[in-house]
């Protein structure tokens, strides 16, 4: 039973390129969570996403992010014209359902992104 | 808005010697509250989590924090260190209302000396 799969592990992009991060939700999971660890600071919430709809994105910044979570595929994590405070490792979380009290969300391994 | 603090971004402890995490919230009305252990260049797995009941909450590897709602804290402890649990320790909480959204504190890394 896979666990949450993320894809680059490791991104190098240049200053105003786009990054593309893939988050594969464990099986049977429809809920998938999007945060963002800085370096030397803890996670911060980034988006919420449902298959087909965007629940919450109040931790997304105004521009240049984007998130899906389409019918069939992957979560996919947009940035576009990455600029070097992008640098971070983005790390998706999965649920079977709504998380509550009783639902734990599983971690995936992370993308570490570096725009150089 | 809800915050997280965690005394202390590097704490070390010999094998053996007892662990102590500190981790404090700010909200009035009791969140839940996790503890969430990373490994390097892992994600997050979860410790051990509060949301009711009995106060002293006990989780995987030895580990158990205690909730005291007069203090506004939740700290992680276990009796004897392993070298194995060298790692970073993240708290967590997130609000009744909203309890998909976790809020973390900036992590303790725990040193393990031999």
């Known amino acids: 039973n896979a666990g949450v799969m993320q894809n680059p592990r490791h991104l190098v992009r240049r200053r105003g390129q786009e990054a593309r991060l893939r988050c594969s939700p464990m099986?049977?999971?429809?809920?998938v969570y999007w945060y963002r660890q800085l370096p030397e600071e803890g996670l911060k919430f980034m988006v919420y996403l449902q298959k087909e709809n965007i629940i919450d994105e109040s931790g997304m910044p105004k521009e240049r992010f984007s998130a899906e979570f389409p019918k069939e595929g992957p979560s996919i994590l947009r940035i576009q014209q990455v600029v070097r405070g992008d640098s971070a490792a983005y790390f998706c979380?999965?649920?079977?359902?709504?998380?509550?009290?009783?639902?734990?969300?599983?971690f995936g391994q992370g993308t570490r992104l570096t725009v150089v | 808005a809800q915050s997280v603090t965690q005394l202390g971004s590097h704490v070390s402890v010999s094998e053996g010697a007892l662990v102590l995490l500190r981790c404090n919230y700010s909200s009035s009305v009791p969140p839940y509250l996790f503890w969430y252990v990373q490994y390097p260049n892992q994600g997050l797995q979860l410790l051990l989590k509060y949301t009711t009941g009995a106060t002293l909450v006990k989780g995987i590897n030895g580990f158990e924090a205690e909730f005291k709602k007069s203090e506004t804290s939740f700290h992680l402890t276990k009796p004897s260190a392993h070298m194995s649990d060298a790692a970073e320790y993240f708290c967590?909480?997130?609000?009744?209302?909203?309890?998909?959204?976790?809020?973390f504190g900036s992590g303790t890394r725990l040193l393990v000396r031999p």
């Open positions: 967590a909480v997130s609000d009744r209302d909203s309890s998909y959204k976790l809020i």
């Open positions: 099986k049977g999971h429809s809920h």
């Open positions: 979380a999965s649920s079977p359902g709504r998380r509550a009290e009783s639902t734990e969300a599983f």
